[in-house]
């Protein structure tokens, strides 16, 4: 038996929203966009990691420098030489349910095997005139533009691999192009956060890449106001572990002001190759069944209680494993577990606790005394899973019991539940499930 104990006359640190996104709902289908919109509006996602913007969007020139500034040689001066008007919809759409938005600039990855954009920008100062000019228009209204007052600006994305498909350059020329980048950046719009670098490799905490990073920063005085990485793994005690870990190291190096940002992360059971259709074809139905929705609770709810302050799940939009929704816009697990997680966010916390290392659990009181309790059990044996309160007797409450259950299915359970010993007691089967439990006063 899995014992749950929730202690509602202890309250507990305050819960962070910090459930952010990749990808906003795509503006290629206005039906299918209206559809993603409703479902992303629910969630009231802290904000929005703009990445890989145009391969969500076929045909849209969307967000990516190349694609907002399409001619290399033109002048970065004048505004003729943008196209705007994509990332205007895209933006305007996003920020209508609710999100803020975190701007990614560089290029988006590129699978084609010709990967055009991705060396090294070959005139840095005018990389950065157009950079600012792209802020200019979405924060200071240049060009018919907007006030948005966009905080967050990321530079790049996962240039450390030195994978052509990303960065066709060494992680050292990387290096001097941030620190030249984010200084000019900074000294312009000092009231931004400037940072990345979307680092791939952080798994090696203590290697030469992340190290050399800090160190091109330090020596040569670039701002880092918000560090970024990704992980993607099937290990969540690894995942939640990082942010202690790069906290040290940043404090280390001098940077013990700047935040930690998850930038891409997902349940993911390993890569392989991408030729063996078989092999992809599980992979990802696994990555959107209820292994990762249990997965991605776990992770967020023990992210409450550690040194991180964002993530950006890949991605709250549609395509493939890597997704909340189905090409037809309907909702995989991992969209419930992110529905619960918010449910959560508006109680106050409570205490709780799980006497099984496979399990995470949070709990919440509402303004009218409703119990609320997330509960993760990924990849367990059959067992009977039992909550019970502190203090008050169980059976005279009203309750209400929703899970995403071992074969993927969000249901609410109301049969084959028994009370025992003041407890509420329940079989769960053998595999990952995800739990959202209400109790209410008669």
Known sequence: M????IYPEKKSAAFRRIHGMNLAAPITHAGHCRV??????KLNIPQTRMHDCPLNNPGKMLVDIPCVFPLEHADPFKEENYIFGDTDDYFANTLSYGTTIMYRLGVSIDHSGFAHHTAPPADPSKWVEIASHIIDHYNNGWSN??????KYWEIWNEADTELP???KGTWKQFIDFYCFAAKALKSRHPELKIGGPSMAKITSLNGSAFLDFLKGCRDQQAPLDFFTYHQYSDKPQKVIAAPAKIRAVLDEYGFSQTEIHL???HYHAGWGSQCDIGRQKKLQQEMVGPHSAAYLAAVLSRFQDEPIDMTHYYTGSTGGGYSLFSNFGEPHCGYYAFDFLNRMMETERIEATVDHPGTTVLAGTAPNGTIYILASCFKTDQDDLAFSLEKGDIRTKHWKLSVID???EKRDLTKDIR????RLIFEKASGSMTVFLEFTKP
């Open 263 to 265: 930038s891409e992360w």
């Open 419 to 422: 009370f025992e010993e003041n």
């Open 36 to 41: 993603l919109s409703d479902h992303l509006r």
């Open 2 to 5: 899995i014992s749950f104990t």
């Open 145 to 150: 533009g907007f006030h948005y007052d966009i």
């Open 165 to 167: 498909i990303l960065w």
């Open 406 to 408: 071992v074969d993927g």
